[in-house]
Every structure is written in C-alpha cells, then in structure tokens.
C-alpha cells in the first residue's frame, strides 16, 4: 500500500462547479500537508498549506484535514477553465528541512 | 522570484550511457531535492541534499548518484542509463527556515533511454 494515495482521475466539472479532491495517508507522524498543483509540462508550485488538523481557505480553494482519519481533502469553489491541472497533496513529518512524500495526484479538466 | 532552471528540457539517450542532469537555483537554498515523476505513482524523491557536499538517499536512489559542489548546483547522475529510467526528473529547492515547507520545483526533464 502507497503512503499517501490519491484517485488518479481525470475529474471533469464544468466552469462554476465545486471540485472536490482527497487524499489518504497511512503514516500518523504527518503533520504538515501541502497540496500543489501542477499545469501540464510546467513543474509543481505549491498552492496551499496546513498545519495538523482543521480547514484553511485562501480564496476559492479551502483545504481541510482530518487526522484522526488521516485523510486530506482540497476544495475549489466557483471552478474556473484555468484551474484544470494535476492537484498532488503532499504531506510532511516537519517543516524544517522537509522530506515530502507525494500522492500520485488528481488530473482535473475545468470544461467552459 | 524564485527560480530552479534545469539544464535540459528533453534529452534522448542510449543504454549504457552516463546521464547528467543539472539543477540551478537562485535563491540560495541550503536543501536541493531531485524526483522523478512517472504517470500513477506520482514524484518519488531520489536523492536530496542539506548543504554543500552533503547528500542524502530518497526512497528511490538505486541506479543514481548526485554532486553538490556548489550551494546553487545540484548534479543528478545516472551512471549507466537503463530504459526503466526513462521519466521526467524534477529538481527542487528549498530554505532551511522560514516557509521551509515550500520546494520550488524546475521545469523538469524529460528522459528517454532507448
């Protein structure tokens, strides 16, 4: 079994929808989770970032964390053609330093 | 802006043949890391390094090797290339405090070993 898994997709919405993207993990240490996206032939950037449990929002994306369920979920409200790209949440026992271990990410195609 | 430039975009290359694969940042990171990324199973960190001539092995390091001779340069080597080794390697780069959780990817190379 992978250490973080992620369904492969592609996920395809139309522009406006609500997407709706999650990963689990086994390793119960992970305390940091990013998700980054990465568009096609480019390389990954990270989009956002949380620490332990809870929700953080920055705009039309929300990323929430269950850690009791080690499961990871990204939220992208009001869906736009330009957010169709590979989402690949990322977690990290620490922050210094950090050693990130990948899912294997979400294609997703924002029709318009 | 941060910036990790790769050496090459694309690169075809034959069995057997020793591989170098630079990476370049300018942002004067202590940490460089080298992926590969392949279609299902995501990045996969090969080696990684803290510090000048410092190097660490990732989850993946059979059939490579690294040089960080210089803070801002990070040198992947594939000694004798194999076709299982064709896939798109990605550098990155990242502080050792502050928002040290951020890697700053490269553009990647992608590999064919034929």
């Known amino acids: 079994q992978k250490e973080v898994e992620q369904d492969p997709g592609p996920l395809s919405v139309p522009e406006g929808a609500i997407v709706s993207l999650n990963c689990t993990y086994s390793?119960?240490?992970?305390?940091?989770f990013m998700w980054y996206r990465q568009y096609s032939r480019k390389g990954p950037e990270l989009l956002m970032y949380t620490y332990s449990s809870g929700n953080k929002e920055d705009g039309r994306f929300t990323a929430q964390v269950d850690k009791s369920s080690k499961y990871i979920s990204l939220f992208i409200r009001d869906s736009q053609p330009s957010d169709s790209a590979t989402y690949l949440c990322?977690?990290?026992?620490?922050?210094?330093?950090?050693?990130?271990?990948f899912g294997g990410g979400t294609r997703v195609l924002v029709k318009p | 802006d941060v910036k990790v430039t790769q050496s090459s975009r694309y690169l075809v290359k034959r069995t057997g043949e020793k591989v170098f694969l630079e990476c370049v940042q300018d942002m004067d990171h202590e940490n460089m890391f080298w992926y590969r990324q392949d279609p299902g199973l995501g990045l996969r960190l090969i080696y990684f390094?803290?510090?000048?001539?410092?190097?660490e092995k990732g989850d993946i390091p059979e059939g490579y090797s690294v040089s960080r001779e210089k803070k801002e340069r990070f040198s992947l080597i594939l000694e004798s290339a194999s076709t299982n080794q064709t896939s798109m390697y990605l550098c990155a780069s990242s502080a050792s405090s502050g928002s040290s959780y951020e890697q700053y990817f490269g553009p990647g190379t992608r590999l064919t070993v034929t």
């Open positions: 990322a977690p990290s026992e620490k922050a210094a330093g950090n050693k990130l271990t």
């Open positions: 390793n119960s240490a992970f305390q940091y």
């Open positions: 390094s803290y510090d000048v001539k410092m190097k």
